[in-house]
């Protein structure tokens, strides 16, 4: 099951590293701030999320926040009282 996640880097990203974003994974939205970027994804499981991240180190990405979403549909499969 894919989960949408939102990751937060510090800066702007480059043109470059955007579109390799946005090649390698689904769903992908760019929202560039002042001081930082916001990725939206959609991750297939924990491997695809850590290539991402791999992705970001790499060129020198500070990751400031990583953070599951929860959709109305992802809450139907999930009782999130538990947690």
């Known amino acids: ?3 949408t996640y939102l990751v937060v880097v510090a ?4 043109l470059v590293l955007s579109q390799a974003v946005q090649d390698r994974f689904d769903d992908v939205r760019l929202t560039a701030g002042g001081c ?6 959609s991750i297939s499981d924990q491997s695809a999320l850590r290539a991402l991240l791999t992705q970001l180190w790499d060129v ?12 109305e549909s992802t809450r139907s499969h999930h ?3 538990r947690y």
């Not at 800066?11 to 480059?14: C, R, Y």
Request: glycine share 10%.
């Open 60 to 71: 020198g990405g500070e990751v400031l926040l990583v953070s599951q979403t929860f959709t």
């Open 79 to 81: 009782d999130l009282a």
């Open 11 to 14: 800066g702007p990203m480059s």
């Open 36 to 41: 930082h970027t916001v990725i939206e994804c």
């Open 1 to 3: 099951m894919r989960s």
